[in-house]
């Protein structure tokens, strides 16, 4: 049983609502059916704060951080954001195009925005996810794939392997065994 649940107009429950301008509109709004997992922190390797919500929702401070001025004019964002203490937070609803994936292919079909889910993870590449992200991340899928049946478990996939020369998340930290074979129901 999932505790988490996505609703008719596509926010998930429990989540925290922030929502970003950052999104458009999917060419086929019926068709979403990749899941694609990356990491984030702000500044890179730290966590905590509001950095990265505030990326996402094009309100950093570019002066905060050397690093925050250059992206400064990188407008971002992902559907779900699941944080250190797996808490999890929405800015896109899910039939909603978030900008998380860039130039990217799945399977031979480019553009993954159009047709895919993005959940960040609050992390780095080499450093181990909280089992509080891991416990999220498995009700999180679990009521996405239930709301979305086109998301089968070979449809869940890694920003590195999209965009594999350009991406490295969610990287070698990320136990893709531990969180396949945690799924109910998929
Ligand atoms: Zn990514």
Redesign the pocket.
């Known amino acids: 049983m999932s505790s988490f649940l996505v609703s008719h107009d596509h926010w998930l429950s429990p989540a925290r609502r922030s929502p970003s301008p950052h999104f458009n509109t999917r060419p086929d709004v019926n068709d979403i059916s990749l899941l ?1 997992i ?3 922190s702000l500044p890179p390797g730290q966590f905590g704060g509001s950095y990265v919500e505030d990326f996402f929702l094009g309100n950093l401070t570019s002066t905060a951080h050397p690093f925050f001025d250059e992206i400064r004019d990188v407008q971002v964002s992902s559907h779900l954001f699941i944080r250190r203490d797996g808490e999890v937070v929405q800015f896109v609803p899910f039939n909603g195009r978030a900008w ?2 860039g130039q990217s292919c799945f399977c031979g079909r480019e553009n993954c925005n159009d047709f895919s889910i ?1 959940i ?1 993870l609050e992390g780095t590449d080499t450093l181990a996810y909280t089992n509080e992200q891991y416990r999220a991340l498995k009700g999180v899928t679990e009521a996405l794939v239930k709301r979305y049946p086109a998301i089968t478990p070979d449809r869940i996939t890694g ?2 392997h999209i ?1 594999p020369g350009r ?1 490295t ?2 990287g070698s930290a990320f136990d893709w065994t531990r969180y396949i074979q945690s799924l109910n129901n998929v």
């Open positions: 694609v990356h990491n984030i998380h994936a993005g960040e920003h590195e965009a991406k998340d969610p």
